[in-house]
C-alpha cells in the first residue's frame, strides 16, 4: 500500500486499525482474506455499509486490517467504525452521508464491572429466610 488513510475503530473489548488506499479490492483481516476471517452471514455486508453510504464501490480500494480482542460482533462494528473513518479522512465531504446512516458513531456500550457481594454485575444471591 503506497498512499493510505488510518481509521481506528473500537467496539466493546475490540480495536480495529484499518488502513484504506485505492486500489484492486484487496480485503485482508489479520493477514486472512476478509470473507474467510468474518464467515458470520450478513457480516462482510455490514462492515461494507460505508463504502455503499459515500456510493462507493468497495472493490476499488484495498483494505487492511488489524483487529484485536473482543468478540465477533465486537471486532465487525468495530472494523465497521474504523472503514467510515479512514473514508472520512479520505473525502471530508462524506462526512454528512456517514453520519446520517450513524456510521461515525462509536458504540460506548460496554460490560459492566462486577461489583462485590454480587454473582454479576446486578444479580444478587439468592435471598434466603434462613
Given at each position: 500500500m503506497a498512499q493510505y488513510f488510518e481509521g481506528i475503530g473500537r467496539r466493546k473489548e475490540s480495536v480495529a486499525r484499518v488502513r484504506?488506499?485505492?486500489g484492486s479490492g484487496k480485503f485482508t483481516v489479520n493477514e486472512k482474506d476478509a470473507p474467510a476471517f468474518f464467515t458470520r452471514l450478513g457480516d462482510m455486508?455490514?462492515?461494507?455499509?460505508?463504502?455503499?453510504?459515500?456510493?462507493?464501490?468497495a472493490g476499488k480500494y484495498d483494505v487492511s486490517v488489524?483487529?484485536?480482542?473482543?468478540?465477533?460482533?465486537?471486532?465487525?462494528?468495530?472494523?465497521?467504525l474504523g472503514i467510515a473513518r479512514a473514508l472520512q479522512l479520505m473525502d471530508a465531504g462524506w462526512t454528512?452521508?456517514?453520519?446520517?446512516?450513524g456510521l461515525l458513531t462509536r458504540d460506548a456500550r460496554v460490560k459492566e464491572?462486577?461489583?462485590?457481594?454480587?454473582?454479576?454485575?446486578?444479580?444478587a444471591p439468592t435471598y434466603t429466610k434462613r
Open positions: 484504506v488506499a485505492p455486508e455490514d462492515i461494507l455499509r460505508p463504502f455503499g453510504a459515500v456510493g462507493q464501490e488489524v483487529v484485536n480482542g473482543g468478540g465477533v460482533s465486537g471486532q465487525v462494528e468495530s472494523v465497521r454528512a452521508a456517514l453520519r446520517k446512516k464491572r462486577k461489583k462485590p457481594g454480587l454473582k454479576k454485575a446486578r444479580k
